[in-house]
């Protein structure tokens, strides 16, 4: 569905936009100009009328090699949200199970222009009336144990050589979500902190990872794959593990192949391989990938090309989609999808992991990690954990 006025969300009060990637200049004089809403139940190409919608609103989306730049009193840009279901079904992958957030939809874009006086400060802290109830699994440790050994038996048929396996949390709460969910934004190495609000809904982003990056004809992937606690023996542990440095590498051979696909040929390159960094208590390898954007490669081919991502899905993409479907009980919600922004001669979506979303009384958050053969069950159920626990302790707090 499409609304394209600046109404979108009546039942909110103007605010500064803090969808990451936003001008920062810009940021405290945007207002909606329209919105753009797709289930995946209304069928179509979410990519094409994404892009469409765009392009109807100013945007330069139909040719991401053109220069352009951003004028005062043009539209600054826009919000981009697309979901892990969105992104299967834009390669023609099952779309998994039903979202436990059904009023989010799987596709938002939010059009913003320039107002001429600033708009209000953001929302205050949370105060006394905010209360956060006891997390609720959707699967049990056993469960998500049993999950990475279904997995483990896909790769010895040869199935698959990698699959991502996602659990799903769910706490009741009282007061305004939307406090809570913008402290995300200040976990350390939140590189996408943000929020998106919408009627009936909110999402709160403190991702690290770049799903596609696009600037002067150049996109980038940044694929994270690979955990420690962030001590010193940590450290030491993930740059010396054969695992961790052989399924992420898997996953950049993926990028390799997804980027190929909307760049010049030869163009694409690994700049860095296997760094290490730092997200809250964690240590994770990075890599970059880029290419040259091929001529008239618009925003819908971007979109094909890249969603869901090839961290959060596995090798190869398809089938690793094709499990997925099978064995997560839940929907990946706002988890494991692309959040960032949309403007002239720009592009920046990072991957919502530490992602959490509200609806009218739940928030939800989604952690999970790529499943290979040398996986040991246990272990990647403690890794899920360990990645939920800094955003379930920050939601938490009053």
Known sequence: MSKNGPH??????????????????????????GRYEWHVTDGGDPAAQVARFLAGHGLPVDDLTRPAGHRPDGPCGAALYVSAAAGATMVGAPAGAPSPVPALPDVVAVVYGHACAPVSAPAAPAGPGWWLGPWQESWTPRQHAEAVQAVRAAIARGDVYQVNVVGHAAARYTGDPRPALARLAGLPGAR???????????????????????????????????????????????L???????????????????????????????????????????????????????????????????????????APKRAALDRIAALEPVGRGAGMGAFGWVGPGRLDLGLTIRTAAADADRLHVWAGGGITWDSDPDAEVAEAAAKAAPVRALLAAG
């Open 240 to 314: 010396a593990s054969a695992k961790e440095r052989a399924e992420h590498i898997m996953i950049v051979d993926l990028e390799r192949n997804d980027l190929a696909r909307v760049a010049r040929t030869g163009s694409v390159r690994v700049d860095e391989l296997f760094a290490v960094r730092r997200w809250c208590d964690l240590w994770q390898a990075e890599s970059t990938v880029s290419a040259a954007l091929a001529p008239g490669v618009g925003l819908a081919e971007l979109l094909r090309a890249s969603c869901p991502g090839g961290s959060v899905t596995g």
């Open 8 to 33: 979108g969300v009546e039942t909110l009060p103007q605010s500064l936009i803090d969808v990451p990637g936003v001008p920062a200049r810009c940021r405290s004089v945007l207002v909606e100009r």
């Open 192 to 238: 996408y902190g943000g929020t998106l609000h919408g009627a009936g809904w909110s999402i709160g982003c403190a991702s690290p990872e770049t799903l596609v990056e696009v600037h002067a004809g150049r996109v980038v992937t940044r694929p994270i794959k690979g955990t420690r606690p962030a001590t010193a023996t940590g450290r030491r542990d993930l």
